[in-house]
């Protein structure tokens, strides 16, 4: 059965530092992955998404994603981090043809002055 | 396109009492799913419905929560006889299927009292 394992349930970087939030999925076949946000009091937003193709995709606000097959892995990175990415970060995967999304438990990104 | 559509915002119930929770998915949307998160579980997968027929209640709670589709433009995710522990947010969200993105709603807040 697919699965998603994010090990790090909470992050903490300065302001303007780089950001890795690690994502391990488990899955036979091909994969599709996402990285959705969840800002403070908000819903669930779509934060860019990998179907089969070029490995590193580019999301919104700045954020990319690289898929790694080898790893089984879908790490989401930024190169700054602002303070409004104060936030949890959800990996998913789903496959092609299927219906069923699965999600990791989440890293909650603080952002410190 | 307004979205995923859940109502109400928030709902208080006694311990005991009946809860009705209420999702409009996007139109033509085939793929419904309902979610419940909680500070301590994180994201967790409830039940989802294809083409409005019920496909994986795995993560349904088996005595007292029950999900039905009556039609393609609306669900409900009933629980009855509430205990403190279902308070958390319940989350609808949809999706074309096919492992394309979901969409989700901003959530319906239960507080068991």
């Known amino acids: 059965a697919q699965s998603v394992t994010q090990p790090d349930a909470r992050v903490t970087v300065s302001e303007g530092a780089s950001l890795q939030l690690r994502c391990k999925y488990s899955?036979?076949?091909?994969?599709?992955l996402f990285w959705y946000v969840q800002y403070p009091r908000q819903g669930l937003q779509l934060l860019l998404k990998?179907?089969?193709?070029?490995?590193v995709v580019q999301g919104v606000n700045g954020f990319e994603a690289e898929f790694s097959k080898s790893n089984s892995s879908f790490h989401l990175r930024k190169a700054s981090v602002h303070w409004s990415d104060w936030a949890v970060y959800f990996c998913?995967?789903?496959?092609?043809?299927?219906?069923?999304?699965?999600f990791g438990s989440g890293t909650r990104l603080l952002v410190s002055p | 396109n307004a979205g995923v559509i859940q109502t109400p915002r928030h709902k208080v119930t006694g311990k005991g009492q009946e809860a009705t929770l209420w999702c409009e998915p996007i139109s033509g949307h085939s793929a419904v799913f309902w979610y419940r998160q909680t500070i301590v579980q994180g994201l967790e997968f409830l039940t989802y419905f294809r083409n409005q027929a019920p496909i994986d209640d795995s993560g349904m709670p088996k005595e007292r929560f029950s999900a039905q589709m009556p039609n393609q433009s609306h669900s409900t995710l009933k629980i009855q006889s509430t205990q403190p522990q279902d308070s958390a947010v319940y989350l609808c969200?949809?999706?074309?299927?096919?492992?394309?993105?979901?969409?989700f709603g901003k959530g319906t807040r239960l507080t068991v009292v």
């Open positions: 899955y036979f076949g091909t994969p599709y």
């Open positions: 998913a995967v789903s496959r092609t043809g299927g219906y069923k999304v699965v």
């Open positions: 969200a949809s999706s074309l299927g096919g492992g394309t993105e979901v969409f």
């Open positions: 990998y179907y089969p193709g070029d490995p």
